[in-house]
């Protein structure tokens, strides 16, 4: 069994459409971010970036105690490398699908996050114009990455369906709200229409969605106690003592 700390987003949701794709038992361990549950002391243990999503597996291959990966790059592999499947099956087919899941994770993820948040301020934080212009026009770039990869071939990483694709979907779910025209990119919208059709995906993607919290339907008081919570965080301090010195 695996646990998945997950909260619904769209980082958390590519893992549960990979579990859901590949037929994983999986077990939901919901890390609320708005309440702070990704600062708990048992939580950075398995990940210390305080972030969310990661995994425990509890039946790992060596047969050794609960083995935990953190960044949803990372578990994806983990993932598709114990169930043997969507992590490509040749060495070349396996580069294929890693380098566009590391493309997304150092671009997609960051820039659509990114713009996310500077959406959200709405010049609360004064005119924002600059930040908003530069991530609407990498967002904008970015589709057009996909786009022209999947000009001439059916899926990211060519003919098979991959975890590089479950990566980048949930990202591109909100085409609409971040404001791109799917006309101007018709191969991405090909395959963003047949992977919607796919019944595992949608039941990956619905996990917890009855739980998620639009910043628009929050008080003012609640939005303030998210935003100081979620914002502007500094560096942790390491223990005092008891590691290793200079
Ligand atoms: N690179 C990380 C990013 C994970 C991430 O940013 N998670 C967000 C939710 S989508 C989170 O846990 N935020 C909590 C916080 O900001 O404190 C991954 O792909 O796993």
């Known amino acids: 069994m695996i646990d998945v700390h997950y909260w619904p987003t769209p980082n958390g949701k590519k893992l549960t459409i990979q579990l859901e794709e590949s037929g994983v038992d999986y077990n939901v361990v919901y890390c609320e971010i708005g309440r702070g549950a990704q600062f708990e002391e048992d939580f950075l243990r398995i990940s210390p970036n305080n972030r969310m999503p990661a995994i425990v597996d509890h039946q790992p291959a060596d047969g050794g105690g609960p083995l935990s990966v953190f960044e949803s790059g990372a578990c994806m592999l983990y993932i598709a490398d114990k169930c043997g499947r969507f992590g490509g099956d040749t060495p070349r087919q396996r580069w294929e699908v890693c380098q566009w899941l590391m493309w997304q994770m150092a671009n997609q993820g960051p820039k659509f996050g990114e713009r996310g948040h500077f ?105 303030k106690r998210v935003v100081t919570l979620l914002y502007n965080q500094r560096a942790r301090p390491a223990p005092d003592s008891g590691g290793i010195e200079e």
């Open 119 to 223: 959406a959200r301020l709405k010049d609360s934080q004064g005119d924002q114009s600059y930040a908003l212009k530069r991530f609407d026009d990498e967002l904008h770039r970015l589709y057009g990455v996909l786009n022209n990869r999947l000009y001439d071939r059916r899926y990211l990483a060519g003919d098979h369906y991959s975890i590089a694709d479950m990566a980048c979907y949930p990202w591109v779910e909100g085409w609409e709200a971040q404001g791109i025209d799917i006309d101007e990119f018709r191969y991405f919208r090909r395959w963003f229409n047949e992977l919607s059709q796919r019944p595992a995906l949608q039941r990956g993607m619905a996990v917890g969605s009855e739980l998620r919290q639009d910043y628009s339907s929050m008080s003012e008081e609640e939005r």
